[in-house]
């Protein structure tokens, strides 16, 4: 069964950069490996793998703030979807993923 990515949170990256600041979030990343490892958002935790999934939900607080990001916004929302079928309420994804991160730093 495919999640329902209708329902999805969205966050600016302005709105995610304030909540990472704030110390308030989780941060995923759902992108390649070596795309993660060459550059991503300082503190995301990397997430390869359905065993590496499995694993993020039965360590994390499913009340914090979890902010997933891929590289344009898309397949967060597939990872978000998961998250709130598993019982996580405030997971968020990244509007427009790590492209958009990257060009509102200029």
Request: charged share 25%.
């Amino acid at each position: 069964m495919i999640p329902d990515q209708d329902n999805i949170k969205e966050l600016s990256v302005e709105e995610a950069r304030h909540k990472i600041s704030a110390g308030e979030a989780i941060v995923i990343d759902v992108r390649s490996a070596l795309d993660h490892e060459t550059e991503s958002i300082a503190g995301a935790r990397h997430i390869a793998s359905q065993e590496d999934f499995d694993e993020f939900i039965t360590q994390a607080d499913k009340e914090r703030t979890v902010i997933c990001y891929c590289y344009y916004g898309n397949s967060s929302l597939g990872v978000c979807a998961a998250l709130q079928e598993r019982g996580f309420t405030n997971a968020y994804s990244l509007r427009g993923g790590f492209d958009a991160w990257k060009n509102a730093a200029g």
